[in-house]
């Protein structure tokens, strides 16, 4: 199978072109001296170097994105005005459609409301990696449709993440973390089969530990994968932590909480008590596993980082990834929000901006909108 997409270069002039770009601007935006505004624009800026290769060739571009959940509603609190405020100071040039998910054939993948968005226009671009695991019809209709390429993002998110496992330098250590052992198992088998170590922390660790017959209190816990956790230690190669940060069950989590509360175990955590972060042999251990690696992939945080007390195991390993000389890929949101949180996006050699998608890429190896793409009768 050919894994080449296709590409805007083969265009060329796009003189008196109406070009639609599937872009991913589902930003936080909150309310500022009472006007709802986008509070962090990356992903709005990470579309401006394809949007000026576009207008330098001369196109008219017109985006389009999903924002939120509105369920197929037209629901007020998800319009793109906030969206638009922010594109307008970026680049006045582009027009931005109204959000996508306002109708319901978009998630429903409906060919005619597919059909509908692409009306007028010549071009399509897909330069929405974060959403291309999902069959919704701005990703798989136009390219059935008019002459259709992948973005220059999604090219190189693509091209990176496929790199990683086709030909990783080695040793090879993938870090996998975040809360529910259920939605990560599937990226760790093929891990535990790609890389040369996989590094378990965060929730998803306590159902590994009682595989091997550990106690974990109240941590999370999901008794439905303890068979698969075990199947996955006997590999070998697979490292879940040895101790534990947490506290008595019940107590405050958040700013409330005060640093008396909080509780150090060895590898077995007393009924009563919940492990909310990786302990600092754990951090040892992992931090000694990335500092020999020469390909590093880290998706999901160490613990409860948001609440600073459980923060420590993710900004360790934040912190070994950056020092390390390895390629090292960054992605989901929590990841990337913590590496930057630390000031260290820079220092790590990619920074993944679709979650669910880089997921779903490297465990399956390829995306609908990729295949969408890919199979356009228009190549
Ligand atoms: P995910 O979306 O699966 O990557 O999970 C991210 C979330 O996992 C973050 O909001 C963390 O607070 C949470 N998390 C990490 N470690 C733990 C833990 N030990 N117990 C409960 N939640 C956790």
């Known amino acids: 199978m050919s894994r080449t997409l296709p590409s805007i270069d083969r265009w060329g002039s796009l003189e008196g072109k109406r070009v639609l770009v599937r872009v991913d601007f589902n930003a936080p935006v909150a309310e500022i001296d009472g006007v709802l505004s986008v509070t962090d624009d990356f992903r709005l800026r990470s579309a401006l170097p394809l949007f000026d290769v576009l207008l330098e060739r001369g196109a008219t571009v017109v985006a389009c994105t999903h924002f939120g959940r509105p369920e197929g509603r037209v629901d007020e609190r998800y319009a793109v005005a906030p969206l638009r405020r922010c594109l307008e100071s970026l680049r006045p040039e582009i027009e931005l459609l109204e959000n996508l998910r306002f109708h319901p054939g978009e998630e429903a993948n409906d060919a005619a409301y597919g059909a509908s968005l692409v009306v ?38 693509v091209a990176t993440l496929l790199a ?134 880290w998706n999901g945080p160490m613990g409860v980082f948001e609440d600073p007390r459980f923060g420590a195991g993710t900004e360790a390993i934040a912190r070994a990834i950056a020092a390390s000389s390895a390629v090292s890929v960054v992605g989901g949101g929590d990841s990337v929000a913590a590496l930057s949180s630390y000031g260290l996006e820079h220092d790590v050699s990619f920074v993944s901006t679709g979650g669910g998608a880089s997921l779903e890429l490297v465990e399956l190896g390829d995306l609908p909108g990729l295949r969408a793409l890919r199979e356009s009768p228009w190549n």
Do not use: W
């Open 120 to 157: 007028g226009f010549d071009y399509y671009v897909n330069e929405a990696f974060g959403a291309s695991h999902r069959a919704h019809a701005s990703i798989m209709v136009p390219p059935t449709l008019i002459p259709s390429a992948a973005g220059l993002n999604l090219q190189r998110e």
């Open 164 to 297: 990683l496992l086709d030909s990783p330098a080695r040793p090879f250590v993938a870090v996998i973390g975040g809360a529910k052992v259920k939605d990560k198992l599937g990226i760790m088998k093929v891990l535990a089969e790609k890389a040369d170590v996989v590094v378990v922390g965060g929730g998803m660790a306590y159902t590994f530990a009682v595989s091997e017959g550990r106690r974990i209190g109240t941590s999370l816990f999901d008794g439905s994968f303890v068979d698969e956790c075990a199947a996955l230690l006997e590999g070998g190669n697979v490292l879940i932590p040895v101790d534990a940060r947490g506290l008595a069950a019940g107590s405050a989590f958040g700013p409330d909480g005060g640093a008396d509360d909080v509780v150090e175990f060895d590898e077995n955590i007393p009924d009563g008590f919940m492990g909310l972060d990786i302990g600092p042999s754990s951090i040892e251990i992992f931090a000694a596993a990335l500092s020999s690696a020469r390909t590093i992939l």
